[in-house]
Every structure is written in structure tokens, then in C-alpha cells.
């Protein structure tokens, strides 16, 4: 029995993904770096997931597959992926999406030539569900040149979901609550991550991000991108929904700031940020307009990610 402990490990957490299964594994599997373990876990899945999944473990010693006999809900089955995991290196992948065969090493090898740096992303872009046309370019900023004030702020003001399929420290990882029960737990973990340390961003596109709702030949838009997203975390009937749901979040964001190896000046500063994001989004969302919204997002998260900060 192979006891070698892999530098990168990969959790897929899936349900249901019998249609672009085989694509994504066989991206992975391409990857031009090879020392790392692909867990997937089996969310109940009712179609031929499993079969295809037991195809692969066949073939590659390098997956392994777990199956929940009942659904836990995307953002339990997430977490599940990450405690089954041993490498230096982690990174969540969907049973959908694909990944170029420089993805791994890339974001590797700037990992590893900065200590501090706490996750890496390349430059993502969408893709229609036949794979033949490529949609919008998502540019996640790229924080190893700001300090925590700004970082914790680009986070609160400009989040990105995408950031949580990142290649990330485990260590780092580890200090999160992971993906808890909120909405946006996603969103969460980002915000606890710039508390730690920088995120680095591949300025090219090396992660292709697909959706199986739409037309299969036009790209999905972010909106249908982050509502699908949220159906899955939860099993039915148990989403924390409506302004209470976004209070819940607002305390966590607290929580991680208390719970961060922060100054006591450093959490004062961070904990004034917090309420502002809240009562500009969320509160006032049926009295602001989503253009004054996203203007106002994007003026100030231009202003944070400026040269003098």
C-alpha cells in the first residue's frame, strides 16, 4: 500500500455530474504536475456518477472516491473533501469545470516562491456547456502588493466566488471555519483567507467555469453562475434566506475577525469595515438600485486596489 503523502490534494465535492464528469477528471488527470490526490466524494448522487467514478479509480491510483449514503448539501460535502485530505496544497474543483494541463504547476510554483502568499487563481473565464465558446474573463484581483487593511476590504467591497476553487495552503485553510452554515459561505472563507495573507492571481486563463442550466452553446452569466451555486450548498429546505440570512453573515465576518491572529488595533480597525458592506448591500437592496450599487462597488474597490494603497 502507497503511505507517500502528496504535495497537492484535490477535493471534488459532486452530486448529480454524470454529464461533464468524465472532461473534468480527464483535465486534471492532464495535469503537467502529477505528485497530488483527487478525493471525490459522492453527494448521494442518483444518475451514473458513481459508475464513472469507479471507472477512474480503476484507472488511476491517485483518486480516491468517497459516497455519502444520504446528501449532506454542497457546503458539508465541500468541507468533507478537505478533512479526507493530506497534501501541503489544497484545492476544491467542480465535477463540471476544466482546468488547463499548466493550471497545477502555475499556481504552484508561485506558491512556493512566496511564503506568505495564502491561495493562487489564475485568470477564469466562462464556458458554454458544449465547451466551444468561451464567455466573459473574470479578473480577481490580485492582492500581494496590499497590506491587511485593504486586502480584508477588497474582500468585504469586491468578493469572488471563484477564489474558493483557488490552490490553497492547507495550513491557511485549516484556520477557517470552512464552509459554514451562511449564505455566501464561499464568500466567508475568501474573507478569512485575506485576514491571513495575500491572494496571487495567473494573469491568464488556465480555469474554465461551466454550468448545466442555460443553452448549451451560450456562456452562463454570473448571476446564474452564483444562484446555482447557492442551490446546491444546502439539502432542501435548509438555505438560511432573507435579511436574517445576511445578518448571520455579518456576525461570522466578526467572528473570523476575532478569531484571526490579528492586534487588538488590527480588529477594531477591520470591525468598522464590516457594517458598511452590510447596510449599502443588503439592507438598503430594495431602495438602491443595482447599477448605484455595483457603481459604487466598483469606484471603491478601483480606489482600494490603486497604485498608493
Known amino acids: 500500500m502507497n503511505t507517500r503523502v502528496p504535495r497537492v490534494s484535490i477535493g471534488m465535492p459532486i452530486y448529480n455530474e454524470e454529464k461533464y464528469l468524465r472532461e473534468s477528471l480527464d483535465s486534471l488527470l492532464a495535469q503537467d504536475y502529477a505528485d497530488f490526490e483527487l478525493i471525490i466524494s459522492d453527494n448521494a448522487s442518483v444518475d451514473a456518477t458513481q459508475q464513472i467514478c469507479l471507472e477512474y479509480v480503476a484507472r488511476d491510483s491517485r483518486i480516491r472516491y468517497l459516497r455519502c449514503e444520504t446528501n449532506l ?14 497534501g501541503e496544497y489544497f484545492m476544491w474543483a467542480g465535477g463540471h469545470d476544466v482546468w488547463a494541463p499548466t493550471y497545477l504547476s502555475r499556481c504552484l510554483e508561485v506558491l512556493e516562491s512566496d511564503a506568505t502568499i495564502v491561495q493562487c487563481n489564475s485568470v477564469a473565464q466562462y464556458m458554454s456547456q458544449d465547451g466551444k465558446e468561451f464567455g466573459r474573463t473574470v479578473h480577481q484581483i490580485d492582492t500581494r502588493r496590499h497590506g491587511l487593511f485593504v486586502r480584508a476590504n477588497l474582500a468585504l467591497w469586491q468578493p469572488s466566488a471563484f477564489l474558493a476553487y483557488s490552490l490553497l495552503r492547507s495550513s491557511a485553510l485549516r484556520q477557517t471555519r ?3 452554515r451562511v449564505l455566501g459561505p464561499d464568500l466567508l472563507v475568501g474573507f478569512e483567507l485575506s485576514l491571513l495573507g495575500p491572494t496571487a492571481i495567473v494573469p491568464e486563463p488556465l480555469f474554465f467555469m461551466r454550468d448545466n442550466r442555460g443553452e448549451s452553446s451560450r456562456p452562463i452569466t454570473r448571476a446564474q453562475a452564483m444562484a446555482g451555486f447557492h442551490d446546491r450548498l444546502y439539502p432542501r429546505g435548509t438555505t438560511p434566506v432573507g435579511r436574517f440570512g445576511w445578518v448571520k453573515y455579518l456576525v461570522e465576518e466578526m467572528r473570523a475577525v476575532m478569531r484571526a491572529p490579528l492586534s487588538w488595533g488590527q480588529r477594531i480597525v477591520l470591525m468598522g469595515s464590516i457594517p458598511p458592506t452590510y447596510f449599502i448591500f443588503f439592507n438598503f437592496r430594495p431602495y438602491l438600485p443595482q447599477g448605484i450599487r455595483s457603481t459604487f462597488r466598483r469606484l471603491l474597490t478601483s480606489y482600494l486596489n490603486s497604485p498608493h494603497n
Open 178 to 180: 470552512l464552509m459554514s
Open 73 to 86: 448539501g454542497a457546503a458539508e460535502n465541500f468541507n468533507r473533501v478537505f478533512r479526507a485530505s493530506s
